[in-house]
């Protein structure tokens, strides 16, 4: 059974950093490709970063590019996403995702297997 459990949310400043994590049990990360989506209150689900299966290609979404970082560590199983700079616009239900494959995509329909979602508020 494919579980993905997100952690690493919570509340910060404007300015500030979260690092996300999602441990996959069930699956071999090496096998799926892998990303972030987040919604927010009242909007469509959006593709955050996306990171092929060995970690050698990875997208990024334009309005997170030069602040979000997506990697994964193959060996242990888990995907991150390092966030700086946050800004309030980031707040949202923040989920991990993963496909058997190899591409890169921000497209929710791409995925067969998602997390339950973690909080990250961003306020002063």
């Known amino acids: 059974q494919v579980q993905l459990v997100e952690s690493g949310g919570g509340s910060v400043q404007p300015g500030g950093s979260l690092r996300l994590s999602c441990t996959a049990s069930?699956?071999?990360?090496?096998?799926?490709?892998m990303a972030w989506f987040r919604q927010a209150p009242g909007k469509e689900r959006e593709g955050v970063a996306a990171?092929?299966?060995?970690?050698?290609?990875?997208a990024t979404a334009d309005s997170v590019k030069g602040r979000f970082t997506i990697s994964k560590d193959n060996a242990k199983n888990v995907l991150f996403l390092q966030m700086n700079d946050l800004k309030r616009d980031d707040t949202a239900m923040y989920y991990c995702?993963?496909?058997?494959?190899?591409?890169?995509?921000?497209?929710?329909?791409?995925?067969?297997?998602w997390g339950q979602g973690i909080q990250v508020t961003v306020s002063s």
């Open positions: 995702a993963a496909f058997k494959g190899w591409s890169v995509s921000l497209l929710p329909r791409n995925y067969d297997y």
């Open positions: 069930g699956i071999t990360d090496s096998d799926y490709s």
């Open positions: 990171i092929e299966r060995m970690g050698s290609r990875t």
